[in-house]
């Protein structure tokens, strides 16, 4: 399995970016996630969606997102999605996609970090 993760880029204060993550050949009873390492913190979950399952749709946010960014997978639940919408300079870092699969031996998967940087 291997997480090509693209979108990344610099914007402006309130602007928008749409990252896509690709997890080619990953099973889909899985969670897929966006983390961010910024700046001073460690990494963070920022959003991640469950695929199949008794849990199958359901999504988390960081506390941080407050309806900023939105998560969404595709129909073959093979990609993940992060919409996000008025970005603040406090965003920029390094996004990072994970895959799960929810079947033993329940492997993990990271892409490598696209980098998003918001300033004026």
């Known amino acids: 399995v291997q997480l090509q993760a693209s979108g990344g880029g610099l914007v402006q204060p309130g602007g928008s970016l749409r990252l896509s993550c690709e997890a080619s050949?990953?099973?889909?009873?899985?969670?897929l996630a966006w983390y961010r390492q910024v700046p001073g913190k460690q990494r963070e979950l920022v959003a991640d969606i469950t695929n199949g399952g008794a849990s199958s749709g359901k999504i988390n946010y960081g506390d941080f997102v407050k309806g900023r960014f939105t998560i969404s997978t595709n129909n073959a639940k093979n990609a993940v999605f992060l919409q996000m919408t008025n970005l603040q300079p406090e965003d920029t870092g390094t996004y990072y996609c994970e895959a799960f699969e929810l079947i033993e031996p329940y492997r993990d998967y990271w892409g490598e970090g696209t980098l998003v940087t918001v300033s004026s």
């Open positions: 050949g990953i099973f889909s009873r899985n969670v």
